[in-house]
């Protein structure tokens, strides 16, 4: 009988001990999946990560009779559950204006849509390098009591826009109308049942 116990009692260490180091097995594969998941995602930001500031030829965007300059800096990224975002573009400007601040852009471009609200400066279109199955966003920004305000987002197929025949410009110039000094036109693209269309919106600046 003492045997017998003996026996049992060694079977139900040695199982024990085999199911600890099992569990160690298992925390250190997971240790190791998450040191790679981690190291895939900071690969990803590296690659994200741009070095350059892009510069644009803007236009006279104050009116003064000189030409502007635009530069769309580096972005910031962040990750989260390894998932890679952008905080922030920052659009700065050769003259005396304020920066433009794009939350969750990425390089891209800028354009001169003109003075909209007659308020002797221009209003900027960014359109950013962060679109979703070719569906991007252009984006209206004006100079309201000191700072650059978004007042109008419209919808864009990215295609339509890179392969313009006149240029990417002439196609984002061509989607914001001036209507009168309050007011302007904004178009979007659609997806139709069978086909793409324009919507029309009019869009009125703050007062």
């Not at 644009?56 to 972005?75: A, H």
């Not at 989260?80 to 794009?102: A, G, Y």
């Not at 849509?113 to 070719?134: A, F």
């Not at 693209?189 to 793409?196: E, P």
């Amino acid at each position: 009988m003492r045997y017998i116990l003996f026996f049992a009692a060694a079977f139900t260490l040695f199982s024990c001990s085999e199911n600890e180091k099992k569990e160690e097995k298992k925390e250190i594969k997971n240790d190791t999946t998450a040191q790679a998941d981690s190291s895939e995602a900071a690969q990803l930001t590296k690659d994200f990560e741009l070095d350059r500031t892009d510069t644009i030829e803007i236009g006279d965007v104050n009116m003064d009779k000189n030409p502007d300059f635009l530069y769309i800096n580096p972005v910031k990224f962040y990750q989260t559950e390894n998932v890679i975002d952008s905080q922030s573009v920052e659009l700065s400007f050769s003259c005396k204006l304020p920066s433009i601040i794009h939350y969750n852009g990425f390089q891209g471009l800028a354009v001169n849509v003109g003075d909209l609200n007659n308020d002797k400066i221009c209003e900027i279109v960014y359109y950013p390098d962060w679109y979703t199955s070719n569906w991007t966003g252009l984006f209206l920004y004006s100079l309201i009591k000191g700072e650059w305000k978004l007042i109008a987002g419209s919808s864009a197929f990215r295609p339509f826009i890179d392969e313009y025949e006149k240029g990417p410009e002439d196609y984002i110039k061509s989607r914001f109308k001036k209507i009168d000094n309050k007011s302007f036109k904004m178009f979007s693209s659609t997806m139709g049942s069978d086909d793409f269309k324009d919507t029309v919106e009019v869009v009125f600046f703050p007062e």
